[in-house]
Nanobody
Framework: QVQLVESGGGLVQPGGSLRLSCVAS????????MGWHRQAPGKQRELVAF???????NYADSVKGRFTISRDNNKNTVDLQMNSLKPEDTAVYYC?????????WGQGTQVTVSS
């Protein structure tokens, strides 16, 4: 069993930046893919970005050029740097670890973009 704990959420004005961090309770194999998802009120959870064990990153079209995902296998962490935030980025953000057919989820961290 792996536990994921997110941090770094909060309230930010449009155009601002936030950095989310996720730390795993146990060692993450370097081959495992990790990602970030988000869920806005009344909407389904959606994929924001994911990063392979080799460091290849993929992004949803809505965040390309604004968000950057990174990982540190030695520290068992995956981060999401969010720049040029928009009100539509408001959501609960969840860290995910994909291990075979199982996805582990963090508890989520709230990001609110509002003036």
């Amino acid at each position: 069993q792996v536990q994921l704990v997110e941090s770094g959420g909060g309230l930010v004005q449009p155009g601002g930046s936030l950095r989310l961090s996720c730390v795993a309770s146990r060692s993450i194999f370097s081959i495992e893919t990790m990602g970030w998802h988000r869920q806005a009120p009344g909407k389904q959870r959606e994929l924001v970005a994911f990063i392979s064990g080799g460091g290849t990153a993929n992004y949803a079209d809505s965040v390309k050029g604004r968000f950057t995902i990174s990982r540190d296998n030695n520290k068992n962490t995956v981060d999401l740097q969010m720049n040029s935030l928009k009100p539509e980025d408001t959501a609960v953000y969840y860290c995910a670890l994909y291990r075979g057919t199982i996805t582990y989820w963090g508890q989520g961290t709230q990001v609110t973009v509002s003036s």
